[in-house]
C-alpha cells in the first residue's frame, strides 16, 4: 500500500439503510483481501458487523429463503447482536459464549440455546478461516442446557380425539381440522396441499409442497413460499381411510365466487379469496376459533396447538398398535429415534394394553 485513499461509491434503489448495508460489505471484503498471505494478519471487526456478513455469505446462497430468516439470521439478529454486537470478534472468549448460554437458557428452550449456538459456531469457524480471529471461542468446555427440561407438549387420548373429530365434521370449515387429526400433517403440509395432490384413483394424498411464512431478508417483508419440504423423507403418500374425511375432501369447491368473478382455487385449503392461506390468518381465523368452540362444548378437551394435532396423531397411532416404521412413514420422519422422543407420550392406559396382551399371549 502507498497510503492512496481509495474512494468507492455505493448507491441502492432501496433505501440509505441498504446502502451503508452495502458499503460496509465493501468494505469487509475489502480489507480482508489486503489481509490475505499475512500469517499474523488480524482484521478488527465488530460481532455484529461480521455476523451479518458471513450469513450472507457462507450460507443465504445455499439454503431457502424461510430457513435462512428463521434458523440464521432471526437468532443473529434477535439474540446473539443484541449480546456481542458491540464486542470485536478477536476479543470474544469461551468464558463470554458459555455466559450467554447460561443467560439464554433462563429465558429460552433448550432447542432455542442450541440453534443460537451452531450459528455461533459458523461465525466464529468462518472468522477464523479469514483471520478475522485467530482461534475460535467455541470450545469443548462449552455446556448446553440438557433437552430434558422442555416442557412436554400434550395430545388428545382416544376418547378426546373422537370428540374433537366428531365436531370437526360438524365445524363449517372443519376439514384442515380432520386432515390434521386424521393424517398427522403439520400447518405448512396442510396448506401447501394442491388439488393436485389428491388421488383420487388410489383414495390418497400426496404430500409434496409445504407452505410457509417469513420475513424476507432481502425486503424486510414478510412473503409467503411454496418449496417443497423439509427434507426428501418429508415427501409421502397417506391413504385416507376415514369415509366421512374423503367424502368431505371429495365435495370440497375448487373455486370461489367474487361478484361476478369466478376463482379456480390452486391450494385445498385456502383463503375466502381463494389465495393461498397466509398462515397466521388461517390461525386467527380457523384454527383458534374451532379450539375455543370444542373447549366451550367440552371443558375437559383442551385447546391444542397444529403441532400437538401432529403429537396427537402419532401417539394414538403407536398406542393402537401401529408398527413404528410405518408411524414415522406416515409422519415423514427420518428415522425411529426422531418417533420416540417427540411423539411417544405412553400413558398408563396404553401400559396396561401392553401388559394384558403380553399376558394373553402367555395363557
Given amino acids: 500500500m502507498d497510503g492512496t485513499v481509495i474512494r468507492k461509491s455505493v448507491y441502492s434503489n432501496k433505501s440509505k439503510a441498504d446502502a451503508r448495508k452495502r458499503a460496509e460489505q465493501f468494505r469487509l471484503e475489502y480489507e480482508m483481501e489486503l489481509c490475505v498471505g ?63 448460554i447460561n443467560q439464554a437458557a433462563k429465558t429460552h428452550a433448550p432447542e432455542t440455546v442450541k440453534k443460537d449456538f451452531n450459528v455461533m459456531k459458523l461465525i466464529f469457524d468462518t472468522a477464523v478461516d479469514n483471520q478475522v480471529c485467530s482461534k475460535s ?51 405448512s403440509e396442510l396448506l401447501g396441499l394442491r388439488w393436485s395432490d389428491i388421488d383420487t384413483e388410489n383414495r390418497c394424498i400426496h404430500i409434496h409442497q409445504g407452505l410457509v411464512a417469513y420475513l424476507s431478508a432481502d425486503t424486510g ?34 373455486t370461489v365466487t367474487l361478484g361476478k368473478k369466478v376463482i379456480l382455487t390452486e391450494q385445498v385449503i385456502h383463503s375466502p379469496e381463494g389465495n393461498a392461506y397466509q398462515p397466521n390468518n388461517w390461525a386467527n381465523r380457523v384454527f383458534r376459533p374451532f379450539m375455543k368452540e370444542l373447549h366451550k362444548l367440552h371443558p375437559g378437551v383442551p385447546e391444542l396447538s ?21 408411524a414415522a412413514r406416515l409422519l415423514g420422519h427420518i428415522d425411529l429415534s426422531m418417533l420416540r422422543r417427540r411423539y411417544d407420550h405412553t400413558s398408563p392406559e396404553t401400559l396396561r394394553k401392553a401388559i394384558q396382551t403380553a399376558k394373553e399371549g402367555a395363557s
Fill in 306 to 326: 397444529p403441532h400437538e394435532l401432529r403429537h396427537t396423531r402419532a401417539t394414538l397411532w403407536i398406542a393402537q398398535g401401529m408398527d413404528p416404521y410405518m
Fill in 221 to 254: 417483508k414478510h412473503v409467503m413460499e411454496s418449496d417443497g419440504l423439509k427434507n426428501k423423507f418429508r415427501e409421502r403418500t397417506i391413504p385416507i381411510v376415514d369415509d366421512a374425511l374423503w367424502k368431505r375432501l371429495c365435495q370440497a369447491p375448487k
Fill in 38 to 100: 499475512g500469517s499474523g494478519c488480524i482484521t478488527k471487526r465488530k460481532f455484529s458487523d461480521w455476523a451479518l456478513y458471513a450469513l450472507e455469505t457462507y450460507k443465504k446462497p445455499y439454503v431457502k429463503g424461510n430457513t435462512y430468516a428463521g434458523t440464521y439470521l432471526a437468532p443473529v439478529n434477535n439474540h446473539l447482536i443484541p449480546y456481542f454486537g458491540k464486542m470485536y470478534v478477536d476479543e470474544i472468549r469461551p468464558v463470554h459464549i458459555q455466559k450467554y
Fill in 137 to 187: 471461542p467455541i470450545t469443548k468446555s462449552i455446556k448446553l442446557p440438557k433437552y430434558e427440561t422442555t416442557q412436554e407438549k400434550q395430545s388428545y387420548t382416544q376418547e378426546q380425539y373422537e370428540v374433537a373429530y366428531s365436531l370437526a365434521k360438524e365445524y363449517p370449515s372443519g376439514l384442515s381440522l380432520m386432515l390434521m387429526l386424521e393424517t398427522g400433517i403439520s400447518r
